[in-house]
Nanobody, 113 residues
Framework: QVQLVESGGGLVQPGGSLRLSCAVS????????MQWYRQAPRKQRELVAT???????NYVDSVQGRFTISRDNAKNTVWLQMNNLKPEDTAVYYC???????WGQGTQVTVSS
């Protein structure tokens, strides 16, 4: 059974940075693509970034150039580095193993002055 534990969220001013972490267990991590999603109040959950098992990356247009997804297969961990944060980035952020319908508790990111 896959387990996902997100951390690293918090309150940050516009233009600031945060680094989210997701510790993954219960799978052979290096075989799977990993994703970060977010869900803002009163909005649907959206896919923000994907990193493939081979290390290729994709991003939603709204975060391109500001967010970076990375992974360490030895640590079973995926990160999301978020720079130049904007108020519209405020959401609960979740990591997910692509193709597996399981979610962690998420981590709250609030961007506000």
């Amino acid at each position: 059974q896959v387990q996902l534990v997100e951390s690293g969220g918090g309150l940050v001013q516009p233009g600031g940075s945060l680094r989210l972490s997701c510790a993954v267990s219960g799978i052979i991590f290096n075989r799977y693509h990993m994703q970060w999603y977010r869900q803002a109040p009163r909005k649907q959950r959206e896919l923000v970034a994907t990193i493939t098992s081979g290390g290729s990356r994709n991003y939603v247009d709204s975060v391109q150039g500001r967010f970076t997804i990375s992974r360490d297969n030895a640590k079973n961990t995926v990160w999301l580095q978020m720079n130049n944060l904007k108020p519209e980035d405020t959401a609960v952020y979740y990591c997910r193993v692509a193709g597996i319908a399981s979610w962690g508790q998420g981590t709250q990111v609030t961007v506000s002055s």
